[in-house]
C-alpha cells in the first residue's frame, strides 16, 4: 500500500508507511522510523527520514514554485485551498482515525481537529481576497504612494505532535494564501495526518514544490533549512527553548520568525462564580488531549471562600474520568503520546510529593501496556517544585487557594511564560480587571475556548512572538512594500 493511500484509508490493520513529499513526488526508499499506537506500545508503521540531498531537493522544489506560486491570481490560490477543504471533510474519518491511532487522543477530538483543518483552508481562501494594499495621499501633484501586499518567499514551518494536523493547517493554509511555497517539517511520531493533508492539498491541484514536507533528524533539518538563503520565514510551535535555538538560528541570517512556545497556564477562580460550572468545565478543559497542550488550564488559583467546593467538584470530575484507548467511543481521555510523557509526570508528581505536596486524586501511571496517566490533581506545592517551575504538558493539575485578587494576579504573573489564561467570575467588573491584568496573549473568561480560526493567537515574555490565526495569520507571510511613483 502506497504512502497516499494510507493517508486516505488507513485501516487499523494497515501499516502506515509514510514517505517524504517533495516536488510532487513521494520518496520512500529511505532510512525509516518506526510509528507506534501510545494505547497499545506497538508499532503501526513507520516514516521516511530525509537525507540531506532530500533537503536541497526540497529547497530547490520551493524556490522553483515560489517563483511563479507568487504570482499566481487570488483567485487561484483560494480555489485549491476550498477544493482541499472539501477533500479534507470528505477524508475527514480517515483522517482522524490515523490521528487517534500515531497520536492517541479520542476519536472525536481528532475529529473536531481535521475539520478544523478544513475550516481552516476554507478562512484563509477567502482572507487572501483581502490581503489589500492601500495608496496614500501623494506629496506632490501627479505621484502615487502605494503599499503592495508581497509574500515574503519559501517557509520553513514546523510543527509538534500534540495537535499534528490542525498546527500544520495553521501554517501552511495563510502561507499558501499568500504566495508563499512551504517546507513542512512535522514530528516524526505523528506523521500520517499532516501527510494527509498535504495528500488533500496536492490533489486539489496545488502546483508540485509549493509544499514539500520532510521527516527526520529534528536539529539537523532544522539546521539545514533554516542556514539555506531560499528560506526567508520560519514559523514553529514547540517548546520554549528549542524555540530559542531556532530563534538563534534564524537571527544569524535575519530571518522572521514566528514562535508559538509553552504555556502554564493559570485559571483564577472568583468566589463569585458558579463553582460547579466552573469545576466541571476546569475538568473537561484539563483533560482534553490528556493535558497535551500549550493552553491548557495548570495552575488554579481558587478565591479561598469557595476553595474546597471547587476542589471537592474538581476533584470528582477530573478523577472520574474514562481514560482509554481512543478508538473506543466511551473513552474521556486517551493516552499520553509518549513514554517521555510518562516519566516527566512521574518525575513532576514525585518532586512535588517530596516538597511537602498533596495528591488529591491519580498522581500513578495506570497498569496498561500503552502511555496511560491517571488524572492528578496536586494541592499545598511547594513554588519551587518542577510542577510550578516547568510546564508539566499532561492530566496534572495544582489547586490553591487565594485571599485577595491582587495576590491571585500576582501568582499567576510570576512566571516567565504567558501564552493563555483563565478565569471564573460573575462580576463584569472582575472581568475587566482581570482582562487587564493578566499577562498572556489569550485569555478566556469563563471558558476554555482561547483559540479560534478568526482570532489572533500568539504568546508574551517566554510563550514567544508573532501570531497564528487571523488577519494577523496571514500578515505574517506578507511582506508591505511601499512603491513611491512620480
Known amino acids: 500500500m502506497s504512502a497516499m493511500q494510507d493517508a486516505r484509508q488507513a485501516g487499523a490493520t494497515d501499516p502506515l508507511n509514510i514517505s517524504l513529499l517533495i516536488a510532487g513526488e513521494h520518496v520512500s526508499d529511505r532510512e525509516r522510523l518506526p ?29 522553483k514554485a515560489f517563483q511563479t506560486w507568487r504570482f499566481e491570481s487570488v483567485a487561484t490560490r483560494a480555489a485549491v485551498l476550498q477544493k482541499a477543504a472539501v477533500l479534507v471533510r470528505e477524508r475527514a474519518d480517515a483522517i482522524a482515525r490515523i490521528m487517534t491511532l500515531e497520536q492517541g487522543k479520542p476519536l472525536a477530538q481528532a475529529h473536531m481537529e481535521v475539520m478544523l483543518c478544513a475550516e481552516t483552508f476554507d478562512w484563509y481562501a477567502a482572507e487572501a481576497g483581502r490581503s489589500y494594499g492601500r ?6 501633484p501627479g505621484a502615487r504612494h502605494m503599499v503592495l501586499p508581497e509574500p515574503v518567499g519559501p517557509v520553513a514551518a514546523f510543527t509538534p505532535w500534540n495537535f499534528p494536523a490542525l498546527l500544520a493547517a495553521r501554517k501552511i493554509a495563510p502561507a ?11 514530528a516524526e511520531e505523528t506523521p500520517g495526518s499532516p501527510f494527509a493533508l498535504g495528500q488533500a492539498l496536492q490533489d486539489a491541484g496545488l502546483p508540485a514544490g509549493v509544499l514539500n514536507i520532510v521527516y527526520g533528524n529534528p536539529a539537523s533539518i532544522s539546521q539545514h533549512l533554516i542556514a539555506s538563503p531560499v528560506i526567508r ?35 483564577i477562580v472568583m468566589d463569585d462564580a458558579d463553582i460547579e460550572f466552573a469545576a466541571t468545565t476546569s475538568a473537561i478543559g484539563k483533560s482534553r488531549n490528556a493535558g497535551q497542550v500549550c493552553t491548557s488550564p495548570t495552575r488554579f488559583y481558587v478565591q479561598r471562600p469557595v476553595y474546597e467546593a471547587f476542589l471537592d467538584r474538581f476533584a470528582t470530575s477530573f478523577g472520574g474520568l474514562k481514560t482509554g484507548d481512543g478508538l473506543d467511543p466511551s473513552t474521556e481521555m486517551g493516552p499520553l503520546a509518549n513514554s517521555r510523557r510518562i516519566d ?13 505536596a498533596q495528591v488529591r486524586t491519580g498522581g500513578e501511571r495506570i497498569d496498561a501496556s500503552g502511555y496511560f496517566w491517571q488524572p492528578t490533581i496536586l494541592t499545598d506545592v511547594a513554588a519551587d517544585a518542577l510542577a510550578l517551575t516547568s510546564e508539566p504538558f499532561g492530566p496534572v493539575a495544582i489547586v490553591s487557594p487565594f485571599d485577595e485578587l491582587d495576590e491571585a494576579l500576582h501568582r499567576a504573573n510570576d512566571m516567565p511564560v504567558g501564552l493563555a489564561g483563565y478565569a471564573f467570575t460573575r462580576s463584569a467588573s472582575h472581568a475587566v480587571t482581570l ?14 475556548a482561547v483559540s479560534h480560526t478568526e482570532a489572533p493567537f500568539g504568546g508574551v515574555k517566554d510563550s514567544g512572538y508573532g501570531y497564528e490565526g ?6 505574517a507571510f506578507l511582506h508591505h512594500k511601499y512603491v513611491h511613483h512620480s
Open 35 to 63: 510509528i507506534v499506537n501510545p494505547a497499545t506500545g506497538q508499532v503501526i508503521g513507520s516514516v521516511a527520514c530525509a537525507r540531506s540531498d532530500d533537503l536541497d531537493a526540497a529547497l530547490g522544489a520551493a524556490d
Open 435 to 448: 482582562s487587564e491584568r493578566l499577562q498572556v496573549g489569550v485569555m478566556g473568561i469563563n471558558s476554555f
Open 233 to 267: 520565514k520560519i514559523t514553529f510551535t514547540g517548546s520554549v527553548p528549542v524555540g530559542r535555538h531556532l530563534a538563534g538560528l534564524a537571527a544569524q541570517q535575519l530571518k522572521p520568525c514566528t514562535l508559538e512556545l509553552g504555556g502554564h497556564a493559570p485559571v
Open 344 to 356: 516527566a509526570m512521574q518525575s513532576l508528581v514525585q518532586d512535588a510529593v517530596q516538597r511537602g
Open 135 to 140: 495608496i496614500m495621499p501623494a506629496r506632490t
Open 176 to 186: 499558501i494564501a499568500a504566495g508563499c511555497s512551504v517546507i513542512l517539517k512535522p
Open 470 to 475: 487571523g488577519v494577523e495569520g496571514l500578515s
